[in-house]
């Protein structure tokens, strides 16, 4: 079985973890997931960093030894993981003592190689990126990241010849152009390697200044570089040096992998760690795969400006698959994408309430009132079952091939377009129509089209929302399907996979509309000591004659006004004059409706119909039956008509 292994970051674990960390991380599981789905043995690998200057200064202003502290976050990130349904393999900790002994065995193996050597070095130190930085690397004196002045420091140190591996490096990157991607990421290391000869590397801390690393095996008196020790993560967690040559063990399996990053840390991943792997004789990782940040309000999270998002109270806030589809659909992979609660509600109310949402729910509906919750026969397929399955059918392998690439969003978009596709396709093969007329056989051939194609599209979508995939694909009557090679190529080249006469769900509401956040009010403007008077203003036009009188924008702006599909239509029990409607307004139950329009629609009619609502009128019984909103009609001479919406249910009306 071909293996896959993807590794975010290890986490820095001066501070608790926020929406970057989640990012990185979800983005991580559902890579596993999607290489799970392609039948690969798939391993995914994360954890906390723990060594450093920041963490002994982190530690000391919480009153704590760095052991303690350390313990504390690393166990935030542990415990967060799970309850984000992510399924990591791994955890670990660069104090965990195998972690430590490995990293011993690097720096020795390197040393004895003579690629480690002992010298002095005056430089820029930074102390919140913990590096030196040279003269050109500055930004106006400044520190790139920070924006502080670092600090001179003069000291002897060890360095490792990394410049020895520039060109060996540069080459290899020229010749294997997806090494780093997206693009501009390997442009920006091949920039770096290209702009001169690159600087050694000081891998060592006197402990005359600092403690808290691991030790070097060849001089008690130093630590090794938090860098050095951290990017090893990536090998010893697979028990490298221990199996290195052990066809069986994880090393062997699992090596080389993928990383998963963060743009702030290219540099250390795209030139240390594959010049670090090239000395060690260790064959390097397959692709470095490197994201942007995510910004509130266009700004760059931080803890100073009170902006960091806690992304287990947006998962809980939003939904946890929802929040999860936000992140991976709204961010195109290796640019910044913004956050904020409005962009997430518009997003899944768009996407997953309305179409995903609104399609299961109408196409469930209306099967279990025409064929009793029972999978129908496919009868002969008209051209237009035929498009509607070439349009899945392109929608599910351009989906493979987008998101095996990384290009997530693209991938999302384009198994969006069969999801459209099918809700056009509704209301343009009009099942209601078809049963009215007791075309019954062409009524069980719509529903089931729509039925197989949509097991494709939540089949698919495992990866990314994996408890809400299994749910609708219990809701067809196939719980969560087998995932391997074969069980996919099966999903995307067949076209049935559900059984005739097989009893499926009658309902689905699994994406309810989000309410939009409310803005704050504006604050009111201070009333002047002394009153001004008013400058004369044209008095409005009046109305045309027999028209009702003018009212304020505002108050139509009171009014919430809503696509809604019929989803059920009968006879008012108590009234001659009214129907009673079953009403889809895309929340979390159907509405039901009285109106008084029986004299002029048969109520078999109306089912699917699409309708505007007046959604926030207060309920009211009319004969024993709460009406819970008024269904809008126009009305010519003694004519009545229904307004109607070609819109999901749920839109809202401005």
């Not at 789905?37 to 798939?42: I, K, P, R, V, W």
């Amino acid at each position: 079985m071909k293996s896959y292994y993807i590794t975010t970051p290890i986490y820095y674990v001066n501070a608790r973890p926020h929406l970057g960390h989640a990012y990185s991380t979800i983005v991580a599981d559902t890579l596993k997931r999607f290489h799970r789905m392609l039948g690969e043995d798939a391993r995914m690998q994360t954890g906390t960093d723990e060594h450093g200057d920041k963490i002994v200064k982190a530690a000391d202003a919480a009153g704590q030894t760095p052991q303690e502290f350390v313990d504390g976050i690393s166990s935030l990130f542990r415990n967060l993981w799970p309850q984000l349904n992510i399924e990591n393999d791994g955890f670990i900790r660069t104090t965990d003592p195998e972690h430590k002994k490995a990293v011993q065995v690097l720096l020795q193996r390197l040393y004895d190689k003579g690629d480690i050597y002992y010298g002095e070095y005056g430089g820029h130190y930074c102390y919140g990126c913990e590096r030196f930085y040279t003269e050109k690397e500055l930004e106006d004196g400044l520190c790139p990241q920070h924006q502080t002045k670092p600090e001179y420091i003069s000291e002897k140190n060890y360095f490792f010849k990394m410049s020895k591996y520039q060109e060996q490096l540069k080459q290899h990157i020229l010749d294997n152009p997806d090494f780093i991607r997206p693009e501009r990421y390997r442009n920006e290391v091949l920039a770096m390697l290209e702009g001169g000869v690159l600087e050694d590397l000081c891998i060592s801390r006197p402990k005359s200044r600092l403690t808290w690393g691991i030790e070097l095996p060849f001089d008690k008196d130093y630590v090794s570089y938090v860098w050095f020790d951290a990017l090893a993560n990536y090998i010893t967690a697979l028990d490298w040096p221990n199996n290195e040559n052990d066809a069986a063990g994880k090393f062997q399996q699992y090596w080389p992998g993928e990383h998963l990053v963060a743009k702030d840390i290219l540099k250390p991943h795209g030139i240390f760690w594959p010049t670090m792997l090239m000395a060690a004789g260790i064959p390097l990782y397959k692709h470095l795969n490197v994201h942007g940040y995510w910004l509130v309000k266009d700004t760059k999270m931080s803890k100073s400006l009170g902006n960091v998002v806690d992304p287990l109270k947006a998962a809980e806030h939003f939904g946890l698959d929802a929040f999860r589809y936000f992140l991976i659909r709204e961010m195109n992979f290796g640019s910044d994408a913004s956050y904020s609660a409005e962009a997430i509600t518009t997003r899944v109310n768009a996407d997953l309430a309305n179409d995903l949402g609104n399609l299961f729910s109408r196409v469930l509906s209306m099967n279990a009132k025409y064929f009793g919750s029972k999978v129908p026969a496919l009868g002969e397929p008209l051209e237009a079952d035929d498009i509607l399955c070439e349009t899945t059918d392109n929608g599910a392998q351009n989906f493979v091939q987008l998101f095996g690439e990384m290009r997530f969003s693209q991938a999302l978009e384009a198994l969006w377009v069969p999801v459209r596709a099918m809700n056009k396709y509704v209301d343009e093969q009009a099942p209601w129509t078809l049963a009215k007329n007791g075309e019954t056989e062409r009524l069980g051939t719509v529903i089931r089209t729509l039925l197989e194609n949509m097991y494709k599209v939540c089949y698919l979508l495992w990866p990314i929302m994996p408890n809400s995939s299994a749910t609708m694909q219990a809701q067809l009557g196939r719980p969560q399907g087998e995932l391997s090679e074969a069980a996919l190529k099966d999903v995307i080249n067949y076209r049935m996979h559900l059984r005739t006469g097989l009893e499926i769900a009658s309902a689905s509401n699994l994406f309810p509309r989000l309410e939009m956040p409310k803005e704050e009010e504006a604050p009111k403007p201070k009333k002047e000591k002394k009153a001004k008077e008013a400058p004369k203003q044209e008095a409005p036009a009046a109305p045309a004659e027999g028209a009702k009188p003018f009212i304020e924008f505002a108050d139509f702006q009171k009014l919430d006004l809503r696509v809604g599909t019929i989803l059920a239509a009968e006879q008012h029990p108590n009234a001659d004059k009214l129907l009673r409607f079953d009403v889809d307004l895309g929340e979390e139950k159907p509405r039901q409706i009285c109106s008084g329009i029986a004299a002029h629609f048969k109520p078999e009619d109306l089912v699917g119909a699409k309708v505007v609502v007046v959604a926030n009128l207060p309920p009211r019984k009319l004969r024993g039956l709460e009406s819970q909103g008024m269904i809008l009609t126009a009305e010519f001479g003694d004519k009545l008509t229904l307004l109607t919406a070609d819109a999901p249910s749920g839109s809202t009306i401005a």
